[in-house]
Nanobody
Framework: QVQLVESGGGLVQAGGSLRLSCAAS????????MGWYRQAPGKQRELVAA???????NYADSVKGRFTISRDNAKNTVYLQMNSLKPEDTAVYYC??????????????WGQGTQVTVSS
């Protein structure tokens, strides 16, 4: 029953901004780390940013200084503010949550992905 639903992707010009949202719902006991991954055609999925339940964040070097991850624990929602977007940021962005589900199984759950396209 656990679901992660992303929103906020789209098409923007280089230098523009987007804000991604991901809401987790279902029979969740607790959420540890939430994060964003991305996968471009022909490339492996990579971690973009992650944030712990306490608010400690880390970023891929390629996005550090441009992207900001944040979290609203009351809403089980994680956000990714993306500024100064570059064409190389074009990818499908996936939300991830490391959580205990209703049977107390610690698992990684994934959203369906949202497309981000940055034109030059």
């Amino acid at each position: 029953q656990v679901q992660l639903v992303e929103s906020g992707g789209g098409l923007v010009q280089a230098g523009g901004s987007l804000r991604l949202s991901c809401a987790a719902s279902g029979s969740i006991v607790s959420i540890n780390t939430m994060g964003w991954y991305r996968q471009a055609p022909g490339k492996q999925r990579e971690l973009v940013a992650a944030i712990t339940r306490g608010g400690s964040a880390n970023y891929a070097d390629s996005v550090k200084g441009r992207f900001t991850i944040s979290r609203d624990n009351a809403k089980n929602t994680v956000y990714l503010q993306m500024n100064s977007l570059k064409p190389e940021d074009t990818a499908v962005y996936y939300c991830n949550a490391r959580l205990l589900d209703e049977v107390r199984s610690l698992r990684n759950y994934w959203g369906q992905g949202t497309q981000v396209t940055v034109s030059s």
